[in-house]
């Protein structure tokens, strides 16, 4: 009985401070139809391909209108270091780095608005002794990291559009 009078609480606690979703049939519709009006740049090399898919669908995944207010520009580095020596000087796990610089750029009469950010994540994988199992952890953990950042980068941008709203 505690419980439910708990979650009781916590829901008007909740409904009272204001909060409102997003997305969702809660969401505003404005937010969501401003950000099924980005384009998604196109973003080099096979981890900003699937950046931008991950973008696309979180983004707009309606599809883009045909005459987009905004642009989205993405620009994805990416580093790699190991660690976890063992005492043959063979390294046992890895960590890899990547940064996402966006820039969010209005077009027509949304000129003035523009929103830009960078966005950091490290990702972690074991290097193992079969050399397929080690590059298929080492996809895995790259599938990871840029689905995290497209995440990221499309809250970030949604919580810019729905403020530009409001203002």
Partial sequence: MFRISAY?????VLGACGFQPIYGSGGAPGTQIEMASIEVGVI????GQQLRNFLLDRINPGGTLQSPNYTLTVVLTSGKEFLAFRKSQFSTRANLNFVAVFNLKG????????FSGTSKITVSYNILSSHFATLTA???????????LSADISNRIAAFV???QVS
Avoid at 8 to 12: I, S
Avoid at 107 to 114: A, I, L, M, P, T
Avoid at 138 to 148: D, G, P
Wanted: net charge positive; aromatic share 4%; hydrophobic share 25%.
């Fill in 138 to 148: 080492e996809e895995n953990a790259r599938t990871r990291a840029v689905k995290e």
């Fill in 44 to 47: 080099k090399d096979r981890q």
């Fill in 162 to 164: 729905r403020r530009s």
């Fill in 107 to 114: 077009k027509n009469q949304y000129s003035g608005e523009n």
């Fill in 8 to 12: 009781v609480a916590a829901l008007a």
